[in-house]
């Protein structure tokens, strides 16, 4: 059975995330497995498509994969991407993410947000593996594109575990230091906004130990890079930095998104001892402490978009995913009042497209995952579940 | 027997003694299923040397029993069934018509069948409580009664009339005694609704309580056990149910310092939640330099109603999906986000 399609088929190029001519249609891709056997090459598929900039992703967009280019990567996502995604872009050389109905919704409300008003928190809740993180990333490309400062903080649960050194804040005794996690969380945040850390400059003058300063009127990049040379102050470097852009945000020309993975880290509990084997709160650590002042609702021009994530949490059944059974009273407390995002497994649409990428890409070797059979199958194996299709696709 | 004679003898004279009485014993059981009938009269060596002479696979018995059939093929389908089993005994396969299986079944195989079932035989049985059991036991029991009062036609009427309700238990037993330990027991049931009490009081008298009360059906059972009469602990009873009540509708100075980590239920007003609203509130007025809206303006204003209903949902209800649908339309209510559809 023909099909007229409009717009040209061409071979697909494995090359690095090439946009193609594609017809974009809205139909049922059984048909196109039909349409594969009677044009003599391989059309690019109805499930990707190639409106490459996020801020023109609409509804009928929805399902499919628009690639990032991979030197837009580097500099857009120099950390926060999830591993198996990662391997995925080494694998197949090239970025393709889906363009879901959550992270459309979450376009729509940033582009009509008042940048007079305080800014508004959105947390995007979700079972586990069904594309918070993704949905996170999809967002802070979009900002990225538009121009807006990017606060991406990866995963907050790596800054209350797993650290070797806890140093005595300088500034306050009360509080402990993270030199290392600081100076890497720095070392990243310098290489997704260079340009903007030159524009902006300090307000204040800020005291580095008894001998280095930082005048009124410098580069933010000035303190980026005391923070780097001294990893001793890096924790301090990143609270002036949160505290500058809080400031500035709502008269400069800039746009301020802050994208936190894994927001409740900040109000749960640590695994951090202190040298008298007492538990440290996280309100003891000077990185959760600026952040949590960052996530407050007191500054405006910008939005500050959260995750929720159990895989990571501490002291956190492995069930649990609504929001205050992860924030806690505390941490529901600070954040209220946000926009709650769910974020469900896939649509029967949503599956589709996922699969066919993974057959086009050569992924499912396995003979039978190509009949309708083996699909049913495996839909029914993930449960629809992002995360749980990943992991089934992989020995296949 | 021998045994004692066996601790004089020397040890091979012991051992020759133990195993001649050892001997008769199993003798017996090799007759086969002639066993508990009765017994030839054949001295220990004839039997054994009868024994050893028959010694060969599926020995066939010397005396067998011709089995009569069980009783349960001769029982109608509407025979009297008191009659079968009028008190309680054990399982007799014999005397059950129903193909019951029990037991652990072996690979591959069903559960044992009835004959010879010890599990069967070993649990208790209600054989002689069914039905037409019980209904006989009530023709007999009701000369002992009176009639009940026609006035009472209907649970409402019991409740509204005889709000508290007593539990005791008689126990009979055959045995040279007629008292029981657990006669005394007594038990109170109450619904709090049919009592007088006001927000705070109902609250207080939950909380005396503890366990006792049961919040889906509204009913505090009190049980009292500790005095050795059953009147005592009546007595006892109806004075807890009286103490409590009365100290309920009293307030303690200390009940001043309740905390949030004591309330039973969420509340709105004076919370963190009402606080950060107002704040957003008044920032985003601030921003529009509207500067003269009142805290109580905003605090009776639609939106934050609204905003307070779904949060009060979202606390006391726990999370659904309605409530989370509800929480977020209010909240972008709240803060004014205009979505373009």
């Known amino acids: 059975m023909l099909r007229s399609l409009k717009g040209l088929l061409c071979r697909p190029l494995k090359d690095r995330g090439f946009a193609l001519h594609t017809a974009a249609k809205d139909r049922v891709s059984s048909l196109l497995t039909q349409d594969v056997q009677t044009a003599p090459e391989r059309p690019r598929a109805v499930f990707y498509t190639n409106e490459n900039d996020p801020a023109n992703h609409a509804e009928q967009h929805e399902g499919r994969l628009y690639s990032i280019p991979l030197d837009e990567l580097k500099t857009v996502f120099p950390h926060g991407l999830p591993y198996r995604f990662q391997q995925q872009i080494k694998t197949f050389n090239e970025a393709c993410v889906m363009v879901r109905k959550p992270a459309l919704e979450l376009f729509t409300y940033l582009r009509n947000t008042n940048f007079a008003h305080p800014a508004v928190r959105y947390v995007i809740y979700g079972e586990r593996g069904t594309g918070k993180t993704m949905t996170l990333c999809h967002l802070v490309h979009y900002c990225a594109r538009q121009g807006w400062l990017v606060l991406h903080v990866p995963d907050a649960h790596l800054w209350v575990k797993n650290c070797r050194e806890l140093l005595q804040s300088s500034y306050n005794k009360e509080r402990l230091d993270q030199p290392l996690q600081a100076s890497s969380w720095l070392k990243n945040f310098k290489t997704s906004n260079e340009r903007f850390l030159k524009e902006i400059k300090t307000q204040k003058q800020y005291m580095w130990g008894r001998r280095d300063r930082t005048e009124a009127g410098r580069p933010l990049a000035e303190v980026v890079e005391q923070g780097l040379a001294r990893v001793r102050n890096a924790s301090d470097a990143v609270g002036v930095v949160l505290k500058e852009l809080k400031q500035q945000s709502r008269l400069g020309p800039f746009r301020l998104l802050v994208a936190v993975d894994g927001v409740n880290a900040l109000w749960g509990r640590t695994t951090l001892k202190k040298e008298d084997k007492s538990p440290v709160a996280p309100e003891e650590l000077t990185l959760v402490h600026n952040l949590r002042k960052m996530l407050m609702n007191d500054w405006s021009g910008g939005a500050a978009v959260t995750t929720l994530s159990q895989t990571g949490a501490l002291f956190k059944p492995s069930s649990a995913y609504l929001p205050q059974e992860l924030l806690g009273k505390e941490g529901f407390d600070a954040l209220d009042p946000f926009v709650p995002i769910p974020v469900p497994n896939y649509s029967p649409r949503e599956f589709e497209s996922c699969y066919q990428y993974y057959l086009q890409r050569k992924w499912l070797q396995h003979e039978k995952a190509h009949t309708e059979a083996g699909k049913e199958e495996l839909r029914f194996l993930s449960g629809s579940n992002p995360r749980q299709l990943d992991r089934l696709a992989g020995p296949l | ?341």
């Not at chain 2, 020397?10 to 090799?30: E, I, N, Q, T, Y």
């Not at chain 2, 040397?49 to 009569?68: C, N």
């Not at chain 2, 805290?295 to 209800?317: F, H, P, T």
Request: hydrophobic content about 35%; aromatic content about 6%; some cysteine.
């Open chain 2, 1 to 341: 027997m021998a045994l004692v004679g066996g601790a004089v003898l020397g040890a091979a004279g012991h051992w020759a003694v133990l195993s001649r009485s050892c001997g008769k014993a199993v003798a017996a059981p090799l007759f086969g299923a002639a066993a508990y009938s009765s017994v030839p009269a054949v001295s220990n060596r004839d039997g054994q040397q009868r024994e050893a002479s028959t010694r060969r696979r599926g020995r066939t018995p010397q005396f067998v029993r011709q089995h009569l059939p069980p009783r349960t093929e001769k029982m109608a389908v509407d025979q009297d069934w008191t009659s079968v089993y009028p008190t309680a005994a054990v399982f007799k396969p014999a005397s059950v018509p129903l193909p019951v299986r029990m037991g652990y079944p072996v690979k591959r195989g069903v559960p044992p069948p009835k004959e010879g079932n010890l599990e069967l035989m070993k649990i208790p049985n209600f054989l002689h409580l069914t039905p037409p059991a019980i209904k006989k036991h009530c023709a007999a029991l009701k000369d002992f009664c009176t009639e009940w009062p026609s006035a009472l036609d209907s649970d409402e009427k019991c409740e509204q009339h005889f709000p508290i309700e007593i539990e005791t238990v008689d126990y009979v037993s055959s045995g040279t005694s007629i008292r029981n330990p657990k006669a005394r027991v007594v038990t109170l049931r109450v619904k709090l609704s049919n009592l007088n009490l006001d927000d705070h009081a109902k609250k207080k008298l939950i909380k005396l309580v503890g366990e006792r009360y049961c919040k889906d059906t509204d009913i505090l059972t009190i049980t009292t056990d500790r005095c050795p009469l059953r009147r005592q602990n009546y007595d006892y009873g109806i004075h807890l149910l009286t103490v409590l009540y009365h100290e309920s509708w009293k307030t303690e100075m200390w009940e001043g310092e309740k905390t949030e980590e004591d309330m039973e239920e969420y509340i709105w007003e004076n919370s963190r939640s009402q606080k950060n609203a107002l704040d957003t509130l008044l920032r985003i007025k601030a921003s529009e330099n509207v500067s003269d809206v009142t805290k109580e303006e905003l605090l009776a204003s639609e939106v934050v109603k609204d905003y307070r209903n779904s949060v009060i949902a979202l606390k006391n209800e726990g999370e659904t999906e309605k409530n989370m649908s509800l929480y977020k339309e209010s909240v972008k209510k709240l803060l004014n986000m205009q979505v373009l559809p």
